[in-house]
């Protein structure tokens, strides 16, 4: 495991479906800043409205070997044996560490357009037997697995596996099912400080957003310009959560239904018009800065972090500071 705090971005991806945004381009923006900054790995998330995160990682890895994809894996949309085939073979063309991020599932209409309709404690299991096939399949010469919702049989991999552990993330409400594994990471979305828990175990952390310029009012000003108010997101939004039954949606709605719209650290807007899927830290450059660390007092190991490229100047300022503190 990873002994000091460490960051991983995520790729922007084209919800809205802009006639306008070129993956070719965003990609370039991101490689370069992605290596310049230092974040560990950059994670690519995936979606029916979005390019798929295996072809978009191989093509920043042949801009730059430095680059770290981190891979969102659903079960919904790959068997556990096409993923290892991938992994293997992003191993086998660049030498940059890849990493696996495990997801129960996706938006419901997502779901529903595939006739994926099991629910959360049933998509939870499904992932467990998901990994624990993957290990199967690279740990031995042929491959034995039965499990209520993947077999497999004999199975030979080529080129083998050779190259040792990878690390792979998942969601925090998944603790007990791999709190044993070294490999496991667990992603937590922000509470404010005052709300939060310490981490469960060594190797949790958290997924927010950062907005962050000279003051608190320029960074609130700004905030709002690069995610304004959009009426079609707030629905999509209340029919995300509505449906959702997580322990992290089910505290949202509570804290949602009691407290307004903020002007403080602690800022939702950007979610609750859904051109983000993760709470906000607004500030001064030194603020965000502190509020990292005050995460970090509670025992959080590293951060997910949610931004537009034309913040990365103002990220990268932001975590200068954290890590000279």
């Not at 001064?284 to 660390?293: F, G, H, I, P, R």
């Amino acid at each position: 495991m990873k002994s000091d705090t460490f960051f991983v971005n995520i790729f922007p991806m084209n919800d809205r479906q802009q006639a306008d945004f070129n993956f070719k381009d965003i990609a370039k923006t991101v490689v370069d800043y992605s290596v310049d900054i230092g974040f560990e790995y950059t994670l690519m998330t995936v979606g029916d409205k979005r390019i798929d995160p295996w072809v978009i990682s191989q093509f920043c890895l042949s801009l730059d070997p430095n680059f770290s994809p981190l891979i969102a894996v659903n079960p919904s949309y790959q068997h556990p044996v096409s993923v290892v085939k991938k992994l293997i073979s992003l191993k086998n063309l660049y030498p940059s560490n890849v990493a696996i991020n495990l997801v129960t599932g996706s938006f419901f209409g997502e779901l529903r357009a595939i006739n994926d309709n099991l629910d959360f404690e049933a998509r939870t299991n499904r992932l467990n037997e998901f990994y624990l096939s993957m290990l199967a399949l690279i740990s031995s010469e042929k491959s034995h697995f039965k499990g209520d919702f993947y077999q497999v049989q004999s199975a030979e991999i080529y080129p083998k596996y050779n190259f040792g552990s990878f690390d792979f993330f998942v969601s925090g409400s998944m603790t007990n099912e791999f709190k044993s594994n070294k490999q496991a990471y667990f992603v937590r979305s922000i509470r404010p400080v005052s709300e939060m828990q310490k981490a469960q175990v060594p190797n949790c952390g958290l997924s927010l957003g950062i907005c962050a310029r000279s003051s608190k009012e320029e960074a609130l000003s700004e905030i709002n310009r690069i995610y304004p108010p959009n009426r079609k997101g707030e629905m999509l939004f209340s029919i995300s959560i509505a449906n959702n039954l997580t322990p992290w949606n089910k505290w949202l709605k509570n804290y949602l239904d009691e407290n307004s719209d903020e002007v403080s650290t602690y800022f939702l807007k950007p979610m609750k018009n859904f051109w983000s899927s993760a709470p906000y830290v607004v500030g001064s450059y030194q603020e965000v800065a502190d509020q990292l660390s005050a995460y970090v007092e509670l025992g959080y190991q590293f951060f997910i972090l949610d931004f537009q490229p034309e913040e990365a100047i103002h990220i990268k300022k932001c975590l200068n500071l954290f890590r000279n503190r």
